[in-house]
Nanobody
Framework: QVQLVESGGGLVQPGGSLGLSCVASGRILTVNTMGWYRQAPGKQRELVATITRGGSTTYADSVKGRSTISRDSAKNTVYLQMNSLKSEDTAVYFC?????????????WGQGTQVNVSS
């Protein structure tokens, strides 16, 4: 089994910064693309950013220029640094990863971490 565990959520004021991290653990051979998604109340889950094993990144337009995704492949960890936070960034943030486990490629989700942007 593979588990993704996020950390770093919390309450931050508008204009502030926050860093999230997610560690993949378990029966892992390799971790391919890792990413962050978010879901605000009453809305569908949406992409925030992804990063491939080779380091190529994609960002949602809503966070581009304000966020940076990075990874430490040796630690099976992905990070998301968010700056200039806005109230509309309030959501549950989920980690996602494509993992080779038991010689099969599967997609996994973390349990989510709450980010609240409010004064």
């Amino acid at each position: 089994q593979v588990q993704l565990v996020e950390s770093g959520g919390g309450l931050v004021q508008p204009g502030g910064s926050l860093g999230l991290s997610c560690v993949a653990s378990g029966r892992i051979l390799t971790v391919n693309t890792m990413g962050w998604y978010r879901q605000a109340p009453g809305k569908q889950r949406e992409l925030v950013a992804t990063i491939t094993r080779g380091g190529s990144t994609t960002y949602a337009d809503s966070v581009k220029g304000r966020s940076t995704i990075s990874r430490d492949s040796a630690k099976n960890t992905v990070y998301l640094q968010m700056n200039s936070l806005k109230s509309e960034d309030t959501a549950v943030y989920f980690c996602n990863a494509d993992v080779y486990s038991d010689y099969r490629l599967r997609n996994y989700w973390g349990q989510g971490t709450q980010v609240n942007v409010s004064s």
